[in-house]
């Protein structure tokens, strides 16, 4: 083991001199001088790129290296988390990325298949020391021997599933299995659907996709970024620090409901509701509600406005007129709106051409081009012909829209339209896909700010003229000026025009591409990763397709989890209206996560609605079955504190065994008492995750894992989500149910009686 801690020790110390020149880079960059515009670029450049280094080397402090392959042909690679390289002429590699081609046969080869290797190393540490090293020889003629041999070659991988959990996501850049890996290399255009049940890394599998994606195409999507959607908040925080711990921070982590800029989904809906809304006819409904909005004067009661020439008369034909030919353009509406509106204003104006300038005596009209030019603009400076054009096609929001469409929509079963009526109240998830349609349909008239920002650039230029002008007179001091602000164009005077000199005194936006694409709606991704998907509402997948026209994809899910009432579920009715079948589906059977004992039960629940209903194997069992517990008896009905005190006096048994982190799972409507037994649990919308306890609902339990878990009344479960909340344990779970409630749900029967 000395060989390699002394190795280990020459990379950490490596690591120590890199992280120490990024640093004093950062620093020294920011210290520039930044007077000029090319001197606080120059130092914004280097500052983002200095800390993006500065990340990947903090990134590789835990864990840097993890494995050596050694090669028949003598080849001898270390694999760790990041690349590094010596300080040489040669910059030899020291540590190869875990993501590099070489770096397959780590992940891939076999004895039937050695991929060359001879030997294959784990190498375990902590605190920069070797902790313990497993050979596997891949080579049987290989006959030395290093005594760090063993047989079981699942051994790393089993040591990683039976640690205790922290709270966290971690990353599996050690124990990535070869059908793991073929997913993470996989080409990354087109869509490609990764399906896998409880525990079969689906999640984790899609974040080191993400990583590889970002190593293996960089310039591509660093600039364009890369979209990671989560189901909750509370999963967000689960797997935030995957990505960085593999040096990756050029990604946004959101919830669907996070996905419109300046709004925040605070509400809540029915389920009703929720399904409403995330229905496909919702696009139709809110097409023809804009359609609604652009009116046209009733038959035989037309708009009168008062007018310098004279009365005009705006009345149905004019309307209708306008609004066919801006229709014909179709724009959005806002983008159609000034169409409408030169249309109105230019028949207003030839009412008034027509009055007063006819010829007495029938010939032409009187007025020229340009009497009529400024008739024109007469009448389109009036403040009711203005007040007219609002009033029949008016400038609309996304949120004064969709606000105003659910106070009383139509274009829906009267049904449909009275589960999502409502006055007011805050934004809730399932509004977000109606606000983003709407500003689609929408569309944003941003002519007064280009004209704005034309008439800045403009000045601009012209200051820049000026600049130029002053140093082409005084030539002779041109070099003596340097320290001048605008000293360094006087010598590139031949070289420069005013426009470039303008765009040069430009501020740059040194955002990241993942905080710029946070602030724009429609920012375009290179590259998007769903996790949940088949939760997902058919609005929401409008929304997310919108962000990737290139369909670039990874959809992670399990549609036997489906729970959500708007859930698409299957990936057919997902993907068929956008891509066809031009999809790849691939599926992972094998279970990290749940023992085999609670897997088995949770499958039941499951084969209860569907008998042919086939979970991932467990790669192990641990022994002990699940437990039940149940409060009452004597035929009343189990007091609500009673159960409540039965699982807190579970959670003190549990915690007791020192296991890592324990999850109370139950319907919202038992919350107020369990939170009152268990005053240090953590619970609310986004828990605490790394709390030894944590509170929790069926639909925030999605994606998460512990080492115990309590499920709360089961009965009270929908299949789909019990069936989540059973399979978050990776060691211990229990059932607790009372007297006078739903009591045990099919496939749970066989628990009864088997005490915790």
Sequence with gaps: MRNEQEFIDLLYDRLAELRSGAEAAVKGALAMDGTTFQARQERDVMVAEQSGLLAAFNAGEHGLCFGRLLFRDGADHHIGRIGIRAADEDRTPLVIDWRAEVARPFYLATGHTPMGLRRRRHITTENHKVTALHDEILDLTDTARTGHEGSDADAVLLAALDAARTGRMHDIVQTIQAEQDRIIRAPHQGVLVVEGGPGTGKTVVALHRAAYLLYAHRERLARRA???????????????????????????????????????????????????????????????????????????????????????????????????????????????????????????TAQIADRIGADPYGGPSLLGPDDIAQLGKAVAANRDVHAAIDDLWPALTPQGFVGDYLTDPTHLPEEDAAAIRRAGGPWTPADIPLLDEAAEILGEDDSAERAAAEAARQERVRYAQGVLDLSYGSRTQEFEDREDEDSEVLAAHDLIDAERLAERHEEADHRSAAERAAADRTWAFGHIIVDEAQELSAMAWRMLMRRCPTRSMTLVGDPAQTAEPGGCGAWDAILTPYVGDRWEHVRLGVNYRTPAEIMEVAAGVVRSANPSFEPPSSV????????????GGAGAAADPADLADAVAEAVVSETAREMGRLAVIAQHRHHAALRAALPTASAGANPDLTNPVVLLDPRQAKGLEFDSVIVVEPGEFGTSDLYVALTRATQRLGVIYGDGGPGLPAGLEGLAGLAG
């Design 226 to 348: 890369v979209l990671i959607v989560g189901p909750n908040p509370a999963f967000l925080g689960y797997i935030g620090e995957v990505l960085p711990a593999l040096g990756e921070t050029g990604v946004l982590l959101a919830t669907p409901a996070e996905l419109f800029p300046g709004v925040r989904a605070t509400g809540t809906d029915t389920a009703r509701a929720a399904e409403v809304k995330g229905a496909a006819g919702m696009a139709a409904a809110l097409a023809a509600y804009v359609r609604d909005r652009q009116t046209v004067p009733e038959p035989g009661a037309p708009v009168v406005i008062e007018h310098d020439d004279g009365e005009l008369v705006l009345d149905t034909d004019i309307a209708t007129e306008a609004r066919r030919l801006a229709r014909e353009t179709r724009l959005p509406h806002n983008l159609a709106r000034p169409y409408f509106a030169f249309r109105v204003i230019d028949a207003l």
């Design 620 to 631: 192990r069992a641990t022994g002990e079955g699940p437990w039940t517990c149940f409060v």
